[in-house]
């Protein structure tokens, strides 16, 4: 039987008060910049091929496949929207990720997401920028942020050229034992991003906003390569001290580089013993049909929630916070 206390939910009217407000400050930002909103379906055949994100399957007796998938993001489909003629568009969803339970992660959240037509990567950084500094009280933190590249970062904090790296320095410098080295083996970027989460991101300023942009374009995930140096994605990320706040690309619009960056994500689960699953054809139809260029913006709203009210748990910002099964 179930503790007779867990019937109460997690959070409060104050920060039911609260969310309200961030939520209303975020589509105040899209209103005043013209961003239309739009919803589109949680629910589908396909999954993300991505093997550092796991969908959530949901089995059901619709059509012939009884698997579907919640989405992890409103990406595919709010592109699909683009390919259809949609002008600047967001959207404020739950999505949902398999695995993704403790004090920053939770398997159910809620993920502002939004595109720019014709946008540079300077451009939808600023636009990211705008966009917290219009949600967070500028009382609550300095709104001024300290831009590096991904290479920068590694040089200055942990003394690493990661184009240039190898497999074995990297692994000295988090003083890998032999277990660690025999799980992650010779996979260069779980290695840099080991050094990225454990020797880097702890030294950003607490009470700054620090960018990091064009990763290595083994780290591209949907964006494009850079036009002055195909080694770089155009791609970057926004924290507040060891806080992911954003994740932005100006994304890839072709469909033929699309479709191998999926077969290669196919290939990487394959190696890891994780869940092959069905391609989203009907996104790379639709960027066949053309995606025109753009760029976009994810952030999970809780963690904003988070930092606004003070609390150093996202489960406390929940009104209910996923319980593990007793």
């Not at 209303?24 to 909103?37: I, K, P, Q, T």
């Not at 590249?149 to 200055?156: I, N, P, S």
């Given at each position: 039987m179930a503790d007779s206390a867990q019937w109460r939910p997690a959070s409060g009217p104050d920060?039911?008060?609260?969310?309200?407000?961030?939520?209303?400050?975020?589509?105040?930002?899209?209103?005043?910049?013209?961003?239309?909103?739009?919803?589109?379906?949680?629910?589908?055949?396909?999954?993300?091929?991505?093997?550092?994100?796991?969908s959530i399957t949901v089995m059901s007796g619709l059509g012939q496949n009884s698997h579907n998938f919640l989405h992890t993001s409103p990406e595919y489909c709010m592109k699909r929207l683009l390919c259809a003629g949609y002008p600047d568009i967001y959207q404020m969803c739950k999505v949902f990720r398999d695995n993704e339970v403790g004090q920053f992660h939770q398997p159910e959240f809620t993920m502002i997401e939004w595109y720019r037509l014709n946008f540079s990567l300077d451009q939808i950084i600023d636009d990211a920028l705008g966009f917290l500094g219009k949600v967070f009280d500028k009382d609550h933190l300095n709104l001024s942020a300290t831009k590096l590249?991904?290479?920068?970062?590694?040089?200055?904090y942990a003394d690493c050229d990661p184009l240039n790296a190898s497999v074995e320095s990297l692994s000295a410098m988090v003083n890998a034992d032999e277990s660690l080295i025999l799980s992650i083996g010779d996979n260069k970027d779980m290695w840099l991003d080991l050094i990225l989460s454990q020797l880097v991101v702890p030294c950003f300023d607490t009470d700054e906003l620090t960018v990091v942009s064009h990763y290595p374009i083994s780290q591209a995930a949907l964006a494009r390569r850079c036009p002055k140096n195909d080694e770089l994605a155009d791609r970057f990320e926004i924290f507040l001290g060891t806080h992911e706040l954003a994740n932005g690309y100006v994304e890839l619009t072709n469909a033929a580089e699309q479709r191998q960056r999926f077969n290669r994500d196919q290939t990487v689960r394959q190696s890891r013993d994780l869940p092959v699953r069905p391609l989203d054809e009907s996104l790379l139809a639709a960027m066949q049909h053309g995606l025109p260029a753009c760029a976009g913006v994810a952030i999970g709203f809780d963690r904003l929630l988070m930092i606004a009210a003070g609390k150093n748990d996202i489960r406390q910002v929940q009104t209910f916070a996923y319980q593990e099964p007793q």
């Open positions: 920060t039911a008060r609260l969310r309200a407000e961030l939520l209303d400050r975020a589509r105040l930002y899209f209103d005043e910049n013209d961003v239309l909103a739009v919803d589109t379906p949680a629910l589908s055949t396909f999954a993300i091929s991505d093997p550092n994100i796991e590249t991904y290479r920068d970062a590694l040089q200055k």
